[in-house]
């Protein structure tokens, strides 16, 4: 007669998954997925301190002000010509009545570097300090060696 060894009970004929080590393995998974994402984005960002938004609603609807200057000099508000002293007076009426203020400066490729910074500093004389340059995406011209 045979010897049995283990338990009394009739073995199952049905397969078990164990759940415990999938459980552990998904976690690993889990935690090197978010290690690996943390650094591929600390690797493609300059670190800044970020504005704290209460009411983004509010906000969204704010369009930034837009500002152009072309290459003569001339400043431009909603494509309406406008002094330094108009537009001082005109930021600084929008900013009184309250609202939170973004402006965006764009300037002709050919506007001199004083004059943009001429109206970034009228702007900041306003009490904006939420001011950016605009962009476009492109050949920047730059002649690498």
């Not at 001199?112 to 962009?135: C, S, T």
Request: no cysteine; proline share 4%.
């Amino acid at each position: 007669m045979p010897v049995r060894l283990g338990s009394k009970a009739e073995p199952s004929n049905e397969a078990r998954i164990e759940i415990i080590p999938l459980i552990d393995i998904m976690f690993f998974l889990l935690a090197a997925f978010m290690l690996v994402s943390l650094s591929m984005v600390n690797l493609k960002r300059v670190n800044v301190d970020l504005p704290v938004a209460s009411n983004t609603a509010n906000d969204a609807l704010n369009e930034p002000v837009s500002l152009s200057v072309d290459k003569s000099g001339v400043v431009y508000h909603e494509k309406k010509p406008v002094g330094a002293h108009e537009l001082l007076t005109l930021l600084r009426a929008r900013r009184a009545a309250g609202e939170k203020m973004r402006v965006m400066i764009s300037g002709d490729r050919e506007t001199r570097h004083g004059d943009m910074i001429r109206v970034l500093n009228i702007v900041r004389e306003a009490g904006v300090y939420h001011a950016a340059f605009a962009v476009k995406e492109g050949d920047s011209g730059v002649i690498e060696k």
